[in-house]
């Protein structure tokens, strides 16, 4: 077994070149692989997705690019490849890809959440909770861990405010790899600084994300073949309330059905919600409340499953934040020792039943779909749950079907005239 867990602690040999250049219609592009020196030796990536597979990280220095008369982000405007030893206050185990992603995934989303604080956590380059709040990123960090606490353990935090005292204290509770964020309020580092394997990431960036956002980046995808496919990376065009485009729709007949408009508060949690969106695995769906999550469904090969999915989530995470606060222990151990426990299972009965009066806490939610609804059913299926406003591209063949749908229940719609697929 000790064999077994040293291959999570050996740093991978790297065997990748220095430089990296690409060259795109003339148009030359130059990266130097990233390496740091910590603890008197040279290193680069400690492995990539898992153990045995050699990685490297590479920083563009050099050219500029444009495609389509658009200009792509240049040298010198970089966040995560351009980490260095100075930035990175705490090695802890040694980051491997999948924290670098975790973070860069991050500052994907982060870049379209630039007017409050706002706080990120992510497991397996999926935002498992996100919040933003006016009172800071220590209320931000709190929302965003009850969303989902069991996803969150030995997740990456990520905030786009200076990390205050509340947030150390939720990070120092429980347990994460990597805390990033632009700078640290004064003993916030001593805090964090216990947990000595925990990452710790200062990236002045991240405060001012604002200017990244009107510039695409060149997006590779490598094919198993060896295969390159070369994309201009998403753009969100809903930058503000406004930019929504009201839900309305002509059916054969000639009739137009238009979807009610959404509160002011409904609306900036679409806005919120529509911003996380840029950074979840389709097809995706998310719920959010009062600008937080409440519940992400995220892979999944239907629309209306994906719905479900998050559904089920958002019950199941609600019932065991409930359990914990009250027990400290999970809805799994209550669950099983209700079997035998009048105690545990007078607690796991009450607790299930504020879940189900709350509705899983979606009652009153606004829920964001990366794609059209082919059919009525997954809006249905999140109505059930007595959802207030859907935001959505638009598109389908049904759209009138969807939304007189919604109409039926009186919940507002509007469209963002724009698919997020990200796979």
């Given at each position: 077994?000790?064999?077994?867990?040293?291959?999570?602690?050996?740093?991978?040999?790297?065997?990748f070149p220095e430089d990296?250049?690409?060259?795109?219609?003339?148009?030359?592009l130059v990266y130097k692989?990233?390496?740091?020196?910590?603890?008197?030796?040279?290193?680069?990536?400690?492995?990539?997705?898992?153990?045995?597979?050699?990685?490297?990280?590479?920083?563009?220095?050099?050219?500029?690019?444009?495609?389509?008369?658009?200009?792509?982000?240049?040298?010198?405007?970089?966040?995560?490849?351009?980490?260095?030893?100075?930035?990175?206050?705490?090695?802890?185990?040694?980051?491997?890809?999948?924290?670098?992603?975790?973070?860069?995934?991050?500052?994907?989303?982060?870049?379209?959440?630039?007017?409050?604080?706002?706080?990120?956590?992510?497991?397996?380059?999926?935002?498992?909770?996100?919040?933003?709040?006016?009172?800071?990123?220590?209320?931000?960090?709190?929302?965003?861990?009850?969303?989902?606490?069991?996803?969150?353990?030995?997740?990456?935090?990520?905030?786009?405010?200076?990390?205050?005292?509340?947030?150390?204290?939720?990070?120092?509770?429980?347990?994460?790899?990597?805390?990033?964020?632009?700078?640290?309020?004064?003993?916030?580092?001593?805090?964090?600084?216990?947990?000595?394997?925990?990452?710790?990431?200062?990236?002045?960036?991240?405060?001012?994300?604002?200017?990244?956002?009107?510039?695409?980046?060149?997006?590779?995808?490598?094919l198993s073949d060896g295969?390159?496919?070369?994309?201009?990376?998403?753009?969100?065009?809903?930058?503000?309330?406004?930019?929504?485009?009201?839900?309305?729709?002509?059916?054969?007949?000639?009739?137009?059905?238009?979807?009610?408009?959404?509160?002011?508060?409904?609306?900036?949690?679409?806005?919120?919600?529509?911003?996380?969106?840029?950074?979840?695995?389709?097809?995706?769906?998310?719920?959010?409340?009062?600008?937080?999550?409440?519940?992400?469904?995220?892979?999944?090969?239907?629309?209306?499953?994906?719905?479900?999915?998050?559904?089920?989530?958002?019950?199941?995470?609600?019932?065991?934040?409930?359990?914990?606060?009250?027990?400290?222990?999970?809805?799994?151990?209550?669950?099983?020792?209700?079997?035998?426990?009048?105690?545990?299972?007078?607690?796991?009965?009450?607790?299930?039943?504020?879940?189900?009066?709350?509705?899983?806490?979606?009652?009153?939610?606004?829920?964001?779909?990366?794609?059209?609804?082919?059919?009525?059913?997954?809006?249905?299926?999140?109505?059930?749950?007595?959802?207030?406003?859907?935001?959505?591209?638009?598109?389908?063949?049904?759209?009138?079907?969807?939304?007189?749908?919604?109409?039926?229940?009186?919940?507002?719609?509007?469209?963002?005239?724009?698919?997020?697929?990200?796979?």
């Amino acid at each position: 077994m000790s064999s077994l867990k040293a291959m999570y602690t050996t740093i991978s040999d790297d065997p990748f070149p220095e430089d990296l250049a690409i060259s795109l219609g003339g148009q030359r592009l130059v990266y130097k692989k990233r390496v740091w020196t910590i603890d008197g030796e040279q290193r680069g990536l400690r492995y990539g997705e898992n153990p045995d597979q050699p990685a490297a990280v590479y920083e563009l220095v050099e050219g500029s690019l444009s495609v389509g008369g658009k200009e792509y982000r240049a040298p010198g405007e970089s966040v995560i490849s351009a980490l260095n030893e100075k930035q990175m206050i705490q090695a802890g185990k040694h980051p491997g890809k999948t924290n670098l992603t975790d973070v860069d995934n991050a500052v994907n989303i982060l870049q379209y959440l630039t007017a409050r604080p706002a706080a990120l956590i992510l497991k397996h380059n999926n935002p498992c909770g996100a919040a933003w709040s006016q009172e800071g990123v220590g209320d931000a960090l709190e929302k965003a861990f009850w969303c989902d606490r069991i996803a969150a353990f030995g997740g990456a935090v990520v905030v786009n405010r200076p990390m205050d005292m509340a947030a150390a204290r939720i990070i120092d509770s429980a347990y994460f790899e990597v805390v990033a964020a632009p700078s640290f309020e004064p003993g916030v580092l001593e805090v964090l600084k216990k947990r000595k394997n925990l990452r710790i990431m200062e990236l002045p960036a991240l405060a001012d994300l604002s200017s990244m956002a009107h510039k695409p980046f060149l997006d590779i995808k490598s094919l198993s073949d060896g295969g390159l496919v070369l994309q201009q990376s998403f753009m969100n065009r809903i930058r503000t309330v406004a930019d929504f485009l009201p839900a309305s729709a002509t059916a054969k007949d000639g009739t137009t059905v238009i979807a009610r408009k959404p509160t002011a508060a409904e609306a900036d949690d679409l806005l919120f919600a529509w911003a996380v969106e840029a950074g979840v695995t389709s097809n995706s769906v998310i719920f959010v409340k009062d600008g937080a999550t409440v519940a992400i469904g995220t892979g999944e090969q239907d629309r209306v499953g994906c719905v479900e999915l998050a559904v089920y989530k958002a019950y199941t995470k609600y019932t065991d934040k409930l359990v914990f606060q009250k027990t400290g222990q999970s809805l799994y151990e209550i669950t099983l020792k209700a079997k035998t426990d009048a105690d545990a299972a007078n607690i796991l009965e009450e607790c299930r039943k504020r879940t189900e009066e709350a509705r899983g806490g979606l009652a009153g939610s606004s829920m964001v779909s990366d794609g059209f609804f082919p059919f009525r059913d997954g809006v249905d299926a999140a109505m059930v749950h007595d959802v207030a406003a859907i935001a959505q591209p638009g598109g389908s063949l049904r759209d009138t079907e969807v939304i007189g749908a919604v109409n039926e229940r009186n919940v507002a719609m509007v469209f963002t005239g724009q698919r997020s697929f990200k796979h």
